[in-house]
């Protein structure tokens, strides 16, 4: 009996003394936090509460990602929107990259606080990484810096239009509305928007965008009238406010331009020294009309020879007996660049070169290239400088100077040289 008493009285002291001596542990790591001054050993590398509640994944969406994008906007949307180029989009001093300084500078998950998994992600859903990798121009790239230097002619341009448009215009806080967007077609599969200027190759531009949407197989098989009036592509306007919004912050968007005078002369002779039901009676009879001396019925009647001077002179004319049309409309106003931050700036110059560049980045199928052909009045030599030369020979250097300053933002912000060397 007094041995089994003094073993349970062993025990209860026993356990009693263990719940002591954990209570005591307890209270001495307490008072430790609570000393003033007292510091956390974290070990390099390891994670706060603070860092957890305030790093933002790079997949994350934030409330400045969702924004659309302004020309002068530093701020990037999601880890590499469809044809962000990351390094001229957001630098002062452009570089050209090549893949290990991509892959080295832009995307350096020790910088940046992205995980080997997410880096491995970005690489492969960047465009110009994928182009770079990709078969297709393998052989064409490697030992060459032809692929390079496409990519920094891209820099300069957008760079180009920023200055531009940071100097001359203040459209920084503009909101865009449905009418700045009325010119972009839009292609979803491959999220591509492309805004239609005139006399720039547009007609095949929308069979490329056609094909790339699935309405046809082949370019050649798009015929013009089903380009222009078959409604197959949609424009960005035609979506409410918030598909607007998403596709201009996600998708790529692409600019081509050609030089003012050519563009206009390439208009001219398209609308006005052809049979047109359209141009001859709206714009060809007020024309005439308001500039020809003794004009005769038969022209007043039908608007159907309009000279290259009577066009310059309503084309200058403050009070136009008749409004402007989009195929000898300033680019600025038909496609806003100092609002809309075009991804993508071609030219028609060199579009060979650039259309494919384009296509190769957004990942269309091998076979699609720009087509060359021209399907109206295929006859015709195509405007050239030489011929542009020669129309605008007949306009005095007084009318020269007044159209080059009609044209002179898209000269600026473009890049083209004057054409005449008299002008200034």
Known sequence: MKLTCMFSFTLLFGATGLILFIHLQDLSEIVQQQIPGSKLNLKAGQTTRKD???????????????????????????????????????????????????????????????????????????????????????????GDTKWDKLYKTQEERKHLIRDVCAKYKSNSKKTITPHHVSRIFVEDKHKLLYCEVPKTGCSNWKRVLMVLEGFASSVKD???????????????????????????????????????????????????????????????KPIISKYRVNASRAALRTGSDVTFKEFLQYLLDVHKPVGMDIHWDHVNRLCSPCLIDYDFIGKSESMREDANFLLHLTDAPKNLTFPTFKDRHSYEERTTTKITQQYFAQIAPSDRQRAYDFYYMDYLMFNYSKPFKDLY
Not at 52 to 79: A, I
Request: glycine fraction near 4%.
């Open 52 to 142: 957890l509640c305030t790093y933002n994944s790079p997949f994350e969406k934030t409330e400045e990602s969702e924004s659309v994008q302004r020309p002068n906007q530093d701020s990037v949307s999601g880890p590499v929107s469809p044809m962000q180029f990351p390094a001229f989009d957001r630098t002062q001093n452009p570089k050209p990259h090549n893949s290990r300084e991509l892959e080295g500078n832009v995307l350096d998950e020790r910088s940046a606080g992205i995980t080997k998994r997410q880096r491995q992600l970005l690489l492969k859903n960047n465009p110009y990484f994928k182009a770079l990798n990709s078969s297709t121009v393998a052989t064409s790239v490697q």
């Open 222 to 284: 798009i015929q013009h009238n089903t380009v222009h009036n078959g409604n197959h592509l949609r424009r960005l306007d035609s979506f409410d406010k918030q598909g607007i919004h998403e596709r201009l912050n996600a998708y790529t968007k692409v600019l081509f331009v050609r030089e003012p005078f050519e563009r206009l002369v390439s208009a001219f002779r398209d609308k006005f020294e052809h049979p047109n039901s359209y141009y001859h009676p709206v714009f060809g």
